[in-house]
C-alpha cells in the first residue's frame, strides 16, 4: 500500500474559522509573502540551485521523457506489443489518444530532422486523423486593475486550432474507451464530479455561455469567499491514495500524465517540462539530502516510515508548542540558534543524543522551513514545476483544483507523503486562528516561497508576478487536501480496464512462466471447486469473505443493494466477539477487493459491495488491516 493510516468513516470537515481582525487587515496585502522571501534570502540557504540543465534542450529527449513516464516508451522504441504501452492505448479516450499521437508525431518529426534517420512513424500506431477545424477560443483579456482574474473559463496561449481526434487502427477501435456525454457545467460550486475525465469536462463547459458560467467567477483574498468542493460519495466507495497497491498507483501515474497533459491543452496551456542537470546529491545527514535517501536510511531504524523523521519530529514539536503561539511560522527564531540546532541535528539525530527541549517552536518553524527549502530536489518535483506554476494562472477555481488533483497523482510517493503531512500540520495551524492570529491566507503566504522556488535570469520578476498565485495554490492545497488525495473514479475505471487488457494479452514468457501460470491455474480451479461445493450460485450476489487473522476465518455474505463493507466488517467483529478484552487489542481490520481487474484496493466502509461485485466479479474479498 502506499501510506499509513487509519480510515475514517468520513473525511473530516475543514475546521470553522474566525474571522480575527489581524488576519482579516492582512487580506489584502502580500507583506507576510515578502517578509518571509526576504527572510529566506537573508538566510541564504536554498537547494536545487543548479539543477536545471543550461543551453537548448532537445526536444525529441524531452518527447521521449515524457512518453516513459506516460509508459509509452514502446512507441518509440519500435516494440509496441511488449510492455504496458498497447493495453494503455485500448483504454484511453480520444482526447487523450489524440495528445498521445500528436507527442509522438513531435518526437519523430524532430528525430527526422536532427538525423535524417528512418524511425518508428506515428501511423504505425494511429491511422490519420480528421482535420476539421475546430473554432477557437478567443484570448483572456487582461487582469482588472485590482488584481481579480475576469471570468473567463480558460485561458488560450495561442488561437491555434485544437488538433482533432484521431480514428484507431482497425485492431485497436473495437477496444477504445467511450467516454458517455459530459453533462453541462454545474450551476452549484460545491460539487465535483470523479465520474468523468476533466479533460472530457473542459468540451462541455465551453459549450456554454461565458456570462452564464458560475465556475469562474473572480477569485478574492478573503478566506470565506474560498470556494468549497465536497467529496462525492460514489457507490464503489471512496479510494484514498493510501487505499491501492503500488502497482496500481504507478499505472495511476501513467494515465494522469496524459490527462493532465490533455486538461491542460484543452485549456490552451503548453504543458513544459523541467529537464534535470545530473548532479551528485549529498547521502548522509539531515539537510540537503534527497528524500528517498533520507527514507532509506530512516527504514534502516525505523522499518515502514513514510516520512523522513527529521520532518515528523519538527512537525511534533510545533505541534505539541507553537500551534496557539501567536506569529507561529511567521516570526523567524535566532539564525544563530536555529545554525546551531542543525548541526546539532546533523549529529545527533540517529543517536538519539538530540534534546528536543532545547528547541524553541521558533526555531522548529525555521528548521522545518529551511528543511523543504534545502531539499536538492524539490518537494513539488522539478519536472512537475511548470506544471503547478501553470496552474496559477487557471481562472476557474474548479479546473484549478482538478489540475492540482492531477498533479497530487503525479507525484513521487516520499513527496506526496511528506506534502501531505505539512498540510495535515498547516490545517492544524489554521485551526487556532484565534489564539496564533495566522489565517489561512496568512500562512499560505509563509509557505509559499517555500515551496515554490524561481531561478534564472527573470527569476525576480517571475516571483513578483507569480506570489499571489502561489500563495492562492497552497490554500486549495490546505482546504482541500482530503479531495486532492482521493483517487477520482474515472482513474481507477482506467487502470481497472489497463488491468483487464493486459491479462488478455499478456503471453507466456518462457517455458519457466508457463509452468507457473499453469500451476496458479490448477490451484485456481481447485479453489473454485471447493467454493462451489460450500456456494449453491455466486451469480446470485453471494461472496465468500476470508479473514485470516479472526477465529472465524472465512464466511459467505449475501449482497443485497444496501450491504456496505462496514456492514461485512460489523458481521466479522459480533461472529468473533470483538469488545472482548482479547479482541479489542487487535488493530482495525478493513475489507479489501484483491485481484481480478486491480491489484488490491481497500474499501471505503461506505462502499456498496455489489456494485463492486459486478465491477470486478473475479476478486477475493479479505479482511485484514491495512499496511503499516
Avoid at 528525430?111 to 491511422?127: A, E, L, N
Avoid at 522556488?453 to 508576478?465: F, I, L, P, V
Amino acid at each position: 500500500m502506499s501510506s499509513t493510516g487509519t480510515r475514517p468513516s468520513s473525511p473530516p470537515s475543514p475546521p470553522e474559522r474566525p474571522a480575527s481582525r489581524d488576519s482579516q487587515d492582512s487580506q489584502d496585502s502580500m507583506e507576510d509573502y515578502w517578509s518571509e522571501v526576504k527572510n529566506i534570502e537573508e538566510d541564504g540557504q536554498r537547494g536545487h540551485e543548479d539543477l536545471l540543465e543550461r543551453g537548448s534542450m532537445d526536444e525529441a529527449e524531452l518527447e521521449e521523457a515524457w512518453l516513459q513516464d506516460a509508459g509509452l516508451s514502446t512507441l518509440v522504441s519500435g516494440a509496441l506489443g511488449e510492455g504496458p504501452a498497447e493495453a494503455l492505448l485500448s483504454t484511453l479516450t480520444r482526447s487523450q489518444a489524440a495528445m498521445v499521437k500528436k507527442r509522438v508525431d513531435n518526437y519523430t518529426l524532430t528525430v527526422r530532422k536532427r538525423s535524417k534517420q528512418p524511425t518508428r512513424h506515428v501511423r504505425d500506431v494511429f491511422s490519420t486523423p480528421d482535420t476539421s477545424p475546430v473554432d477557437p477560443i478567443p484570448p483572456v483579456p487582461p487582469k482588472s486593475p485590482n488584481g481579480d482574474v475576469p471570468s473567463r473559463c480558460v485561458h488560450r496561449t495561442s488561437s491555434r486550432v485544437r488538433p482533432a481526434c484521431p480514428s484507431f487502427s482497425q485492431s485497436t477501435e473495437r477496444r477504445v474507451s467511450e467516454c458517455p456525454p459530459c453533462p453541462p457545467p454545474q450551476d452549484t460550486s460545491d460539487s465535483l464530479s470523479f465520474e468523468v475525465p476533466y479533460s472530457e469536462g473542459i468540451t462541455a463547459h465551453r459549450r456554454g455561455r461565458q456570462g452564464d458560467c458560475k465556475d469562474c467567477q473572480r477569485i478574492r483574498r478573503d478566506d470565506h469567499d474560498l470556494p468549497m468542493f465536497q467529496l462525492p460519495r460514489p457507490k464503489l466507495g471512496l479510494t484514498r491514495i493510501q487505499d491501492l497497491s503500488c502497482e496500481d498507483m504507478k499505472k495511476i501515474g501513467y494515465i494522469s500524465l496524459i490527462e493532465l497533459t490533455t486538461f491542460y491543452d484543452g485549456l490552451g496551456i503548453e504543458l513544459k517540462r523541467n529537464r534535470a542537470a545530473r548532479s551528485k546529491a549529498r547521502e548522509s545527514g539531515i539537510f540537503g539530502v534527497p528524500l528517498t535517501t533520507l527514507l532509506e536510511n530512516d527504514q534502516k531504524k525505523f522499518p515502514g516510515s513514510k516520512v523522513p523523521l527529521v520532518f515528523r519530529k519538527l512537525l511534533s514539536k510545533l505541534e505539541q508548542t507553537g500551534l496557539q503561539t501567536e506569529g507561529i511560522l511567521r516570526v523567524p527564531g535566532s539564525a544563530s540558534r536555529v545554525k546551531h540546532l542543525r548541526q546539532e541535528l546533523e549529529q545527533k539525530l540517529y543517536e538519539d543524543r538530540f534534546d528536543w527541549e532545547q528547541v524553541r517552536h521558533n526555531d522548529a518553524a525555521g528548521l522545518l522551513k529551511m528543511f523543504i527549502r534545502e531539499l536538492p530536489y524539490p518537494l513539488l518535483t522539478l519536472q512537475h514545476a511548470p506544471a503547478f506554476a501553470a496552474a496559477q494562472n487557471i481562472s476557474s477555481p474548479r479546473q484549478q483544483i482538478q489540475a492540482l488533483h492531477l498533479l497530487i497523482m503525479l507525484l513521487p510517493e516520499p513527496n506526496r507523503d511528506t506534502l501531505k503531512a505539512l498540510l495535515e500540520f498547516l490545517r492544524k495551524v489554521v485551526a487556532y486562528e484565534e489564539k496564533n492570529r495566522m489565517g489561512l491566507w496568512n500562512v499560505s503566504m509563509i509557505v509559499a516561497p517555500n515551496l515554490f522556488t524561481y531561478r534564472g535570469k527573470n527569476a525576480k520578476q517571475e516571483e513578483m508576478q507569480g506570489a499571489a498565485g502561489a500563495a492562492h495554490l497552497v490554500r486549495l492545497l490546505i482546504t482541500h487536501q482530503d479531495l486532492l488525495w482521493t483517487v477520482p473514479c474515472f482513474l481507477i475505471s482506467h487502470v481497472r480496464k489497463l488491468n483487464e487488457a493486459g491479462a488478455s494479452k499478456k503471453p507466456p514468457s518462457s517455458e519457466k512462466t508457463k509452468r507457473k501460470l499453469l500451476l496458479m491455474r490448477r490451484k485456481t480451479t481447485e479453489r473454485e471447486k471447493t467454493e462451489r461445493s460450500e456456494l449453491t450460485d455466486l451469480r446470485q450476489g453471494v461472496i465468500r469473505v476470508h479473514a485470516p487473522q479472526h477465529a472465524k476465518i472465512s464466511m459467505a455474505i449475501q449482497l443485497d443493494n444496501e450491504t456496505k463493507a462496514k456492514d461485512v466488517m460489523a458481521r466479522f467483529d459480533y461472529e468473533n466477539g470483538r469488545g472482548t478484552r482479547s479482541t479489542s487489542r487487535r488493530p482495525r481490520q478493513y475489507l479489501f477487493e484483491v485481484g481480478g481487474n486491480i491489484g488490491e484496493r481497500s474499501l471505503d466502509p461506505e462502499t456498496h459491495l455489489l456494485d463492486v461485485y459486478h465491477v470486478n466479479p473475479h476478486c477475493e474479498w479479505v479482511l485484514k488491516p491495512t499496511t503499516t
